[in-house]
């Protein structure tokens, strides 16, 4: 029996095969549960503070273009159901009211937050601009008491071994795991709670990346695709119900209308350190490199956005480890669905 027809060959049936079931399975990922995207919700009140019913309120993502509108009910309430992390401008108008721009509004993975929106008198013409920090997101919805760890901090602080979860040692209730982080079976590397590593759950763009004969965190995505992650340390909702200790959900980087890239390089060598002490050989081998690149930009503008990371890793020690981690890949795409909204979806492939 012929599997392929003539007109295309088995190995390039078998690439866009792979392909395929990498963007079902990243749209999949996206859908598991709100802990790759953000909620927006509020109401839009007149000078008086009454509420002004039917008015149009659009959410417009900075620099992806990414645009979603709704129509505020009969009581003012107007929600945004999982928005992609980032910075946004917030419109809103209605007859006989200026229209009220507000920018930037920051949202962040896992957030649940609450936005009033103050409309003038005035001709629709009018624009009233607000800055993002002249308005203020609370959150009234959620009792999960967490952090997030933004892309200054990942970009800035030092980090040993380039793992961007570590940065979650700068809040006071996570420790570091005595467990191992590398090799066979290795736990997440951080204590939440004062449980043990293989307690936290570890999420990545939504899908679970923990795995389930050993409850040990998978290898993580590049640190350079990080975009940010919250750490949930208490009272996360039943979605995460495999945590005893804590939730690590993580948000890898999308493209922008923008083309950007970097490559990067990192090398700890014996000829620039001192000689470990404990070493079992009087001259011992010791180098640490890792390096790799990133790049993103616009397929379609304000529509479809691709990123690409690769990070390699080798590391060589003698009498105490040697190995040779080919590399890990990162690779997301925006899709456009039914009536123009778009979702985010991240495909993670491992080499």
Known sequence: MRVFSSGISAKAASILITIAACAFMAVSAMGQSQSAAADLSGSVTDPTGAVVAGATVRAKGIGNGINRTVTANGEGNYQFIGLPPGDYEITAEAATFKKVVISPVKLTVGQSADLTIKLELGSATAVVNVTGDDVQLVETTKSTVSNTIGQQSIANLPINERSATGFALTLSTVGRDNGRPIGPAPTSG???????????????????????????????VSMEAVQEYQVATNSYTAEFGRATGGVINVVTKRGTNDFRGNMFGFIRDKSIQARNAFAPVANPDFRRTQFGATVGGPIIKDKTHFFFAYEGRQRNESGFFTSNVVGNLTASATIPVIAGTLIRSPAHLQT
């Open 190 to 220: 951080l204590n939440i709670g004062g449980q043990r590593g293989r307690s936290t759950q570890v999420n990545v763009d939504g899908a679970d990346f923990t795995d389930n004969s050993i409850n040990a965190a998978r290898s993580t």
